[in-house]
């Protein structure tokens, strides 16, 4: 079975500077997508970024881009230029690319609180 | 565009007592609709999801069920609920299994 595992319950990062948050996965299979999301006080999640394993480049959404490195399964979430709006919790997830029973699910990391500080 | 509604956004309930959670999807046809719970300082915990109507698949034992009466409606359920059933309850959908979008969330407390 799939594991997701983020070793940062909380990480701080000041306003205008660039954090990065961790997260590591466990699986025998060679294709699946993994995403960030985003949890703020609203508790609506948001997703940030997603990365499909095919391919090599890294995803980047404005100021959001990963280091994806599937030898290491390692997909870490860069934040730049933080803002006061991106103190949230994050959350890392997989979902496997063969769809059929549960096996789309998503399969999420306990998450980590980012605090920005002004 | 899609959106996804959920409600009430809270509510309050004694043990022992009935559950009803709404969740209903706008703009898409046939979606994959899911129920997480939250539990305070926790990340998700995958209770049903469901790919089609009458279709609902379990990933946690426990006392409560859910329904897909409807295409875009997804129902949670309990008959009798328990103090550890507190929690954040979130709906989300798919399409074709990619990223999942959630709802805003209910949150419930069980006294």
């Known amino acids: 079975a799939q594991t997701v595992t983020q070793s940062q319950p909380e990480m701080s990062v000041q306003e205008a500077e660039t954090v990065t948050l961790s997260c590591t996965y466990d699986?025998?299979?060679?294709?699946?997508?993994l995403f960030w999301y985003k949890q703020p006080p609203s508790r609506q999640m948001i997703l940030v970024i997603r990365?499909?394993?095919?391919?090599?480049q890294n995803a980047t959404e404005n100021r959001f881009s990963v280091n994806f490195q599937k030898a290491a399964k390692s997909f870490s979430l860069k934040i730049s230029d933080s803002q006061l709006g991106d103190a949230a919790m994050y959350f890392c997830?997989?979902?496997?690319?063969?769809?059929?029973?549960?096996?789309?699910?998503?399969?999420f990391g306990k998450g980590t609180k980012l605090s920005v500080k002004p | 565009s899609q959106t996804i509604h959920q409600w009430p956004a809270t509510l309050v309930q004694p043990v022992g007592s009935p559950l009803s959670l709404e969740c209903t999807v706008e703009?898409?046809?046939?979606?994959?609709l899911y129920w997480y719970r939250q539990a305070a300082g926790r990340g998700l915990q995958l209770l049903f999801y469901?790919?089609?109507?009458?279709?609902i698949s379990s990933e946690v034992p426990q006392n409560l069920s859910a329904s897909r009466p409807q295409d875009r409606q997804f129902i949670l359920s309990s008959k009798k609920l328990l103090l550890s059933d507190s929690g954040f309850y979130l709906c989300?959908?798919?399409?074709?299994?990619?990223?999942?979008?959630f709802g805003p969330g209910t949150r419930l407390t069980v006294l």
């Open positions: 699986t025998s299979e060679s294709d699946y997508y």
């Open positions: 469901s790919v089609g109507i009458g279709q």
């Open positions: 990365q499909e394993a095919y391919k090599q």
């Open positions: 989300a959908w798919s399409f074709t299994g990619n990223e999942q979008f």
């Open positions: 997830a997989y979902r496997s690319l063969y769809y059929g029973g549960s096996q789309g699910n998503l399969i």
């Open positions: 703009g898409t046809s046939n979606p994959n």
